[in-house]
């Protein structure tokens, strides 16, 4: 970890007013250090930056950037909590080889997770039941084989995918993976608040990491942002569930950008949130259906840390030829369902029901959890 000498220049540079990354990546690469900049002249730096920010350098330490400093070094200090700079020996090796490296990160928990091999798991904060179950059984299953999931602790698969790899290296902490939360504040609030308990078993069992400064809240324009580290952090990217448009597809396209392989699990071709795996798998992402497929993958590319075992099982049930599940299913209402979303009226006109005969079968088997009712009223089987 950097000196905690070194920090204070480091952590003033990234305060500096009108140094950016950009800027600072900029002045590092004339000046080497943090310490090298505030020692250099106006000239020297009028050669790397505008007038205005050479003036803004050279300027005294303001009282507000001292007390951040002060903060961030008590925070430092505390067991579990580390500040990594681009000079630190400690600092991702991985993501040295983005386009844009983060200056700082703010890291809570296990620090080694960062060198292990890992994979991110992301997909839509609006998951269905089954998207839910993927990403938790999938991360279970992967976490188990000793790879790291990394994933942003938002709501819905993001949330499912850090549960599932908790709960592989709470069972097998010698051998299996565990996860990392990259974060869109500072290390030191928990957003979305309900994750909460969430956010402190990570920290114990896994890390947070972020880029921003100890303080920083909720700001929507960070949480785009931040997905370059969550796919640079990872060897791979893996897609849950995506509408057409989403932050996932954000995070897809710079793992690609970043030399990263795509994987993504198909769904329905009738749900909105399988859109986006369908265009990922259209434009040269990888359909995986378990995590067998995705551990072949990865061990195609010699990742060490990856135990290729003929053990591991699909994470989510196959899926039956419909003909068998037809022949099955002893419940008229999951036969005319399908695995396709429904509209009530749809469904009551293929089994013959009323309305209100249909809608005390569709509540007794969504409290059983075999159904779910999408967005805009349609269901869709989960089991």
Request: aromatic share 4%; with cysteine.
């Given at each position: 970890m950097t000196a905690a000498q070194d920090l204070p220049a480091w952590l003033r540079l990234a305060a500096t007013t009108g140094v950016g990354p950009d800027t600072a990546r900029k002045l590092l690469g004339a000046f080497g250090l943090p310490e090298n900049i505030f020692s250099a002249d106006t000239v020297a730096l009028a050669k790397v930056v505008s007038a205005r920010v050479a003036q803004a350098l050279l300027a005294p330490t303001s009282t507000t950037t001292q007390a951040l400093i002060d903060r961030t070094l008590?925070?430092?200090?505390?067991?579990?909590?580390?500040?990594?700079?681009?000079?630190?020996?400690?600092?991702?090796?991985?993501?040295?080889?983005i386009a844009d490296p983060p200056i700082m990160l703010y890291v809570k928990g296990r620090i080694e997770l960062l060198a292990k091999g890992s994979l991110a798991v992301v997909g839509s904060r609006n998951a269905t039941a089954q998207g839910l179950a993927n990403a938790e059984e999938f991360s279970a299953a992967l976490g188990g084989s000793g790879l790291t999931i990394v994933s942003g602790?938002?709501?819905?698969?993001?949330?499912?995918?850090?549960?599932?790899?908790?709960?592989?290296?709470?069972?097998?902490?010698?051998?299996?993976?565990?996860?990392?939360?990259?974060?869109?504040t500072g290390a030191d609030i928990v957003?979305?608040?309900?994750?909460?308990?969430?956010?402190?078993?990570?920290a114990e069992y896994g890390c947070i990491v972020s880029e921003y400064p100890l303080g920083v809240p909720a700001i929507s324009s960070n949480f785009p942002r931040r997905n370059r580290i969550i796919s640079g952090l990872a060897q791979a990217v893996l897609v849950v569930e995506a509408a057409a448009r989403s932050g996932s597809l954000i995070t897809a396209r710079m793992a690609a950008e970043q030399g990263r392989d795509v994987f993504a699990i198909p769904g329905s071709i009738h749900s909105p949130l399988a859109k986006g795996c369908h265009q990922l798998i259209k434009q040269g992402a990888k359909l995986v259906e378990s995590a067998q497929d995705v551990l072949e993958?990865?061990?195609?590319?010699?990742?060490?840390?990856?135990?290729l075992t003929t053990h591991v099982e699909p994470t989510v049930p196959a899926e039956p030829d419909l003909l068998t599940v037809v022949e099955n299913t002893t419940n008229p209402v999951l036969h005319a369902i399908g695995f396709d979303p429904v509209r009530h009226d749809d469904l009551a006109?293929?089994?013959?029901?009323?309305?209100?005969?249909?809608a005390a079968q569709l509540l007794t088997l969504e409290l059983e959890g075999k159904i779910e009712m999408l967005a805009g009223g349609a269901y869709q089987r989960i089991c």
């Open positions: 008590t925070w430092a200090g505390e067991p579990g909590n580390h500040v990594l700079t681009l000079g630190d020996p400690a600092y991702p090796a991985r993501l040295l080889e602790l938002a709501l819905g698969i993001d949330t499912a995918a850090h549960r599932g790899s908790l709960r592989a290296a709470v069972s097998s902490p010698a051998t299996a993976g565990s996860t990392i939360a990259v974060i869109g957003y979305p608040a309900r994750n909460r308990a969430l956010a402190h078993e990570i993958e990865l061990q195609s590319v010699d990742l060490p840390c990856v135990r006109s293929r089994c013959g029901l009323t309305s209100a005969e249909l």
